[in-house]
């Protein structure tokens, strides 16, 4: 059992489930927003260096209706745009929520580049595939937008690395809050199938084996 493991497994003993998320994507896809959004439900029109909030971190209790689960949501707050990020953002990093303009094809075609550095750097994070700005769709479908084809494309061949797929508007907040629970219910459902599969590992009345380790001489 590594330690993220031992981690939910104390959680879910002790107290409430909790699962961290982290935000990545491109400068200017709206992560700070979705980050508002889950801390306080507000929105801002601010644009450009003054929109990030800085690295910082929110949680919420969320329920499942049986089960209440704590998402913690990390935020870059722009640091993508020096391309660091210190490991303490990824370290122990349940999941990852990939965001994309759907009005900016850039955003979306980069894509592979993050997931490649999620894979590397929060190893076992799920990934979540989030379309913001989805209100500044134009309704002729005109423009750098990302379409329904793209999409198509690009989950067929990353189906094996997406958890979950998501389009939403912070300006309006549609689709936000269906999110949130969406993703608190597949990272505690993995977390309580992975549990369960260690328990029937281990039958009734025995204890795992454990490596016998030679007693060692003192020198002195």
Same mark, same amino acid.
């Given at each position: !059992?590594?330690?993220? &493991? $031992? ?8 107290? =409430?489930?909790?699962?961290?998320? =982290? @935000?990545?994507? /491109? ?14 439900? +507000? %929105? ?9 909030? *800085? ?23 722009? !640091? ?30 980069? @894509?592979?580049?993050? =997931? ?7 190893? *076992? ?24 084809? &793209? @999409? /198509?494309? %690009?989950? +067929? ?6 958890? *979950?797929?998501? #389009? ?16 608190? #219910?597949? @990272?505690?459902? $993995?977390?309580?199938? #992975? !549990?369960? !599969?260690? #328990? ?21």
């Amino acid at each position: !059992m590594d330690d993220s &493991d $031992e981690n939910i497994s104390y959680k879910m003993a002790t107290g =409430i489930p909790s699962y961290k998320v =982290i @935000l990545h994507g /491109e400068y200017g896809v709206g992560k700070s927003s979705i980050f508002r959004r889950f801390m306080n439900n +507000s %929105f801002t029109t601010a644009t450009g260096k003054q929109s990030s909030i *800085g690295l910082d971190q929110c949680t919420r209790t969320i329920n499942l209706g049986s089960q209440d689960v704590k998402l913690t949501l990390w935020d870059t707050g722009g !640091m993508e745009r020096m391309s660091f990020i210190g490991s303490s953002y990824y370290r122990g990093a349940h999941a990852a929520l990939l965001c994309y303009s759907v009005n900016n094809k850039d955003t979306f075609t980069i @894509l592979s580049q993050y =997931i490649l550095d999620i894979v590397m750097n929060a190893e *076992g994070a799920k990934i979540f595939l989030c379309g913001n700005m989805s209100d500044q769709v134009p309704a002729d479908g005109s423009g750098n937008v990302v379409t329904e084809t &793209d @999409l /198509e494309q %690009f989950m +067929s061949q990353c189906q094996d690395v997406l958890s *979950g797929v998501y #389009r939403v508007s912070c300006k309006d907040c549609l689709g936000l809050e269906d999110m949130f629970q969406d993703m608190a #219910r597949v @990272l505690h459902q $993995e977390s309580v199938s #992975r !549990m369960t !599969m260690r #328990r029937d590992l281990v039958r009734p009345g025995e204890t795992p084996d454990r490596e016998v380790v030679p007693e060692k001489r003192r020198c002195c």
